[in-house]
């Protein structure tokens, strides 16, 4: 079986093989090989599962660091370039820049925190020596949820409206862009150790996500030291919206997300066939 793959407005013909690498990465812990001129924390979320058992969809949902003009087409996306981008960033990230998928994409910009005092636990450019660190981050990234939630709820709504394949990335595509995926995956029933191993994803690419990011002048607010993931972090913001909001739709319904939204989401992430995202061929391209 063949997968299209839409590239700057040409059409190129992936074996289906090569376009679930990611997938098949997400459910067994191995690394991905990524391009040295492309994404380094890049994947598809498909194949995780549901309290059902029930696989979430490939070719719905990705997640990245952010890109860069020229980037190549990343491994495993099914479907690229995708139909919306979700940037998290900061506008002093953008530095009113365009963004590089502009033209093949919708980017909808949606920043989590707004400034280094927004940030909370992680205001400066070095963590403290001595941190503990699973309680750093748990502090910063439940303090999102409490202080900017309607931040954080404009950028999960974002996704659930959006029409088709859709990336969600900030800076590195750990912190802002893992509270907002593991949102989106609780709120669809995945379990929460489905999306606690999809966090640890990103433990192989930081190193040199945090490098091609100082190379590119890109770190934004991204601690200079920040080269290492959390889980417990992760863990334990889902486990406060349990014990607090009896759950994610709990928590995303007091913010004014509809039940429909949500069925519609779920409806679109859960399932055991992917959705057919195949971009529109012109009318002398032939059907491979």
Not at 66 to 72: F, R
Not at 210 to 236: C, H, K, N, Q, Y
Request: net charge negative; proline share 6%.
């Amino acid at each position: 079986m063949l997968t299209i793959v839409a590239v700057k407005g040409d059409l190129h013909v992936l074996d289906q093989g090569r376009a679930a690498r990611a997938v098949a990465a997400v459910r067994y812990g191995e690394s991905v090989q990524r391009s040295e001129t492309g994404l380094t924390n890049f994947r598809d979320v498909g194949g995780l599962l549901t309290a059902a058992g029930s696989p979430t969809r490939s070719g719905v949902l990705y997640r990245s660091d952010v890109p860069l003009a020229g980037d190549d087409v990343p491994e495993g996306a099914a479907v690229w370039p995708p139909r919306t981008v979700v940037d998290l960033r900061s506008p002093g990230e953008w530095r009113g820049s365009a963004h590089p998928l502009a033209d093949a994409a919708e980017v909808r910009r949606r920043p989590v925190v707004t400034d280094e005092v927004d940030r909370g636990a992680a205001a400066g450019r070095e963590l403290p020596g001595n941190a503990d660190l699973g309680a750093y981050f748990t502090t910063m990234y439940i303090r999102w949820l409490e202080r900017r939630g309607d931040a954080v709820t404009a950028a999960v709504a974002a996704v659930l409206d959006s029409p088709g394949p859709t990336l969600v990335h900030c800076a590195a595509g750990r912190d802002r862009t893992g509270v907002v995926v593991a949102l989106l995956l609780r709120a669809a029933g995945v379990e929460a150790g489905e999306i606690v191993a999809d966090y640890r994803r990103t433990e192989g690419n930081i190193k040199a996500c945090m490098a091609r990011l100082a190379r590119a002048g890109a770190l934004g607010s991204v601690p200079l030291d920040a080269d290492f993931v959390t889980p417990a972090a992760i863990e334990a913001v889902l486990g406060h919206v349990d014990r607090t909001y009896g759950g994610v739709r709990g928590w995303l319904t007091m913010r004014g997300v509809s039940e429909a939204q949500l069925e519609q989401w779920v409806d679109r992430i859960v399932g055991s066939e992917p959705h057919d995202h195949r971009p529109v061929l012109r009318e002398a391209d032939p059907m491979p």
